[in-house]
């Protein structure tokens, strides 16, 4: 089993920067890449962010050019960071791992976008 957390939610206004955390616990070397969704009141969950099998990125077209993926292979830890931030973008942000057989997941952080 694979545990994650994450961490760095809050209150910010527009304009403002977060940086999220995900660490990952447990049986953390079947984990082959991390990403990051997000779920508004009302709305559907939704991709923000991952990397692929392939080594690849994938933005939400939402995010693209504001929020940035990283990663630490070594830790098996993967950080959102978030900038210009827009009230639209207040969520419960969710990071996932994903192995071969499985889909593990946090158990989110309030991001609040608001003056």
């Known amino acids: 089993q694979v545990q994650l957390v994450e961490s760095g939610g809050g209150l910010v206004q527009p304009g403002g920067s977060l940086r999220l955390s995900c660490a990952a616990a447990?049986?953390?070397?079947?984990?082959?890449?991390m990403g990051w969704y997000r779920q508004a009141p009302g709305k559907a969950c939704e991709l923000v962010a991952t990397?692929?099998?392939?080594?690849?990125?994938n933005y939400a077209d939402s995010v693209k050019d504001r929020f940035t993926i990283s990663r630490d292979t070594a830790r098996v830890t993967s950080d959102l960071h978030m900038t210009e931030l827009k009230p639209e973008d207040t969520a419960v942000y969710y990071c996932?791992?994903?192995?071969?057989?499985?889909?593990?997941w946090g158990q989110g952080t309030q991001v609040t976008v608001s003056s």
């Open positions: 447990g049986n953390v070397a079947t984990i082959i890449y």
């Open positions: 990397f692929t099998s392939g080594g690849y990125i």
């Open positions: 996932y791992g994903r192995s071969r057989s499985d889909y593990y």
